[in-house]
């Protein structure tokens, strides 16, 4: 695919992007340089290459569900100011 000058003006009408004759004469070698490097990535064989996610390789660290000691509901309220059936009272917020 070659790009030409009415092309870059186009595409940049498209993008609402303002540019002068010759910031479209300009563009269009260097758009025709990477639309060529992208046929040139088109040309590598991946057909052995798995797909990633990422460039180094993740796994997820997770922990061991395990259970631990529960139901120390009194020695935390304990420590709360104000408690009531088991539960932390704070002071009403909202009116």
Known sequence: MSVDTAT????????????????????A????????????LGEVDTSSVEPMTAVIP???RLREDVVTE???????????PQGDHGFFTVPKVVE
Request: aromatic share 2%.
């Open 70 to 80: 529960g139901g120390q509901r009194d020695a935390i309220l304990a420590n709360a």
């Open 8 to 27: 870059v003006k186009k595409v940049a009408s498209l993008a609402r992007i303002a540019i002068s004759d010759s910031d479209a004469e300009r563009l």
């Open 29 to 40: 070698p260097e758009l025709n340089n990477i639309l060529g490097w992208i046929e040139q």
């Open 58 to 60: 993740n796994t997820l």
